[in-house]
């Protein structure tokens, strides 16, 4: 039996590697089937007892047993009792659709165009931009190197073996999915000053999702939305997808020009206002308690709503950060938008919505067409970090090295571009708002930077006959890499002046 041809081809066509971690049944398995695709092993071939092949391989038996119970599982082999293992390789039976008379050829390839017109959006034109550049200056984002990735593994395999689990995925209701929504108002009641329950509030996979969601239900097609001046472009893209008449708004060191508001719109004309809570974007500028304050008031005098995005609430550098306007709006004017998560590794953060329970009954039931399953591996993980207090604990971890990288970035800026730039060091966030002095073509400098492996994207570029400024991001690089950069930033403007 040893000498069998079956058995002398697997000593051939098998080969085990105990140095990786793939587990050696899916190893053999997976070998097993490549065998009967490429006709070695037939169909009706009995293939070795599980005794047998335990000896051909030097394996436990019941490696043996976990190989073909893999292959039964896969529909590659029957296993018979009391009469062995048999290949029972996949019929393909899906028939071809005949070509027509025209176009024969082509039948089996698949249409570069579609032959019917359907709507293009311009708004929504991909922004990104592809580079082979080394270096990267993005508008604000976070190291995901920071991520603790271990203690994710352990974290998100405990997640997973909760036996509630699969309860909640069967029966996805209300019930069950307040404990994660429980966790989170807590947690916002604690951070942010709030008093709200699980009814005031939503949990969505981004932020850009929660205004998504927010505009479908607030703003109809030429209702007019107020922004700052420059403001976000991926916002600006969302209100411009509904129809939206966006309307800028100066910004100066206190923040949006309330008084320009009232000078220059009437009652009831305007939809909603758009704010960064924390730091204007791009700008950084901070909203000042007294222009909140205003703000609130002639919300409520002119019948408009404000949408305060907080997207970088976790990044507070100096001081204690300042409560949302959403924590003391008593009149049911705010719709306050947040992220969690933001230490995390993007799949474990999570976007949020804040606002009256008659939006947010609402808002549910966009968000049970766009996203009826949700992740509830991520709700379960969520729940466990805010109830350990594991959020708060990494977040005040990452905010030491990213005040750290904020300090050396400006101390490279003072020692290259002290006489040809301008710049406020913020109090929290992941950008600096660098403006030059004389202005120069941002896109002459992008150009010149890209030629020393550097990549400015469009998006980060700020030029008008006021402005001549670049969001720069700096959470995504570490002390070494930015003095890279600034070292290359100053080679290329060095350039551009010369010219």
């Not at 039976?93 to 024969?104: D, G, L, M, V, Y």
């Not at 993007?346 to 947010?360: K, R």
């Amino acid at each position: 039996m040893i000498d069998s041809p079956v058995n002398s081809l697997f000593k051939q066509l098998i080969s085990l590697d105990r140095s990786i971690p793939q587990p050696l049944y899916l190893q053999v398995s997976g070998q097993i089937v490549n065998a009967i695709q490429r006709g070695y092993l037939t169909k009706g071939t009995m293939l070795p007892g599980t005794r047998v092949l335990s000896e051909l391989l030097k394996v436990h038996r019941n490696t043996s047993v976990a190989i073909y119970e893999e292959l039964a599982s896969q529909g590659w082999v029957e296993i018979i009792p009391n009469k062995g293992t048999f290949v029972i390789e996949p019929e393909h039976k899906t028939a071809k659709i005949k070509a027509t008379s025209q176009k024969i050829n082509e039948a089996y390839t698949y249409a570069k165009t579609t032959g019917f017109p359907f709507q293009k959006s311009f708004h929504l034109a991909s922004t990104v931009q592809l580079t082979n550049a080394k270096y990267t200056i993005n508008e604000g984002k976070p190291d995901l190197r920071l991520h603790p990735v271990h203690q994710f593994t352990r974290w998100y395999s405990a997640a997973m073996k909760r036996k509630t689990l699969i309860n909640k995925w069967n029966r996805t209701d209300e019930f069950y999915n307040t404990v994660f929504q429980t966790q989170l108002c807590n947690y916002l009641n604690a951070t942010r000053g709030f008093h709200i329950n699980p009814n005031n509030l939503i949990n969505t996979r981004s932020t850009e999702m929660s205004l998504y969601v927010v505009s479908q239900l607030l703003i109809k097609p030429n209702d007019i939305v107020l922004v700052g001046h420059l403001s976000n472009y991926a916002s600006n893209m969302i209100f411009q997808q509904v129809g939206a008449s966006i309307k800028t708004i100066p910004i100066d060191k206190d923040g949006l020009d309330i008084e320009y508001i009232k000078k220059h719109f009437v009652k009831h004309r305007i939809r909603c206002v758009y704010i960064c809570a924390h730091r204007d974007y791009p700008t950084v500028v901070t909203l000042s308690a007294e222009r909140r304050l205003q703000l609130l008031q002639l919300a409520k005098e002119y019948g408009f709503a404000i949408i305060e995005d907080d997207f970088d609430y976790d990044f507070q550098f100096e001081g204690s950060a300042m409560l949302p306007m959403a924590s003391s709006d008593a009149n049911g004017m705010v719709i306050y938008l947040g992220k969690l998560g933001q230490s995390l590794f993007p799949s474990f953060q999570t976007g949020f919505v804040v606002a009256p329970e008659n939006l947010i009954s609402e808002a549910k039931n966009y968000l049970e067409l766009l996203d009826k399953q949700g992740d509830l591996i991520q709700e379960q993980m969520l729940s466990e970090l805010i109830n350990e207090g594991e959020i708060y604990r990494l977040m005040k971890k990452n905010i030491v090295v990213y005040k750290k990288r904020r300090d050396f970035l400006c101390e490279l800026l003072a020692k290259y571009f002290l006489k040809t730039a301008q710049w406020e060091i913020p109090s929290g966030g992941l950008a600096i708002w660098l403006q030059f002095h004389p202005k120069i073509s941002l896109v002459k400098l992008a150009k010149e930077a890209e030629k020393t492996d550097l990549h400015l994207p469009k998006t980060i570029l700020y030029q008008d006959k006021n402005t001549c400024a670049i969001r720069f991001g700096f959470g995504h690089l570490n002390e070494e890499e930015i003095e890279t950069v600034i070292i290359k930033l100053k080679k290329a403007y060095d350039k551009v002046i010369l010219k």
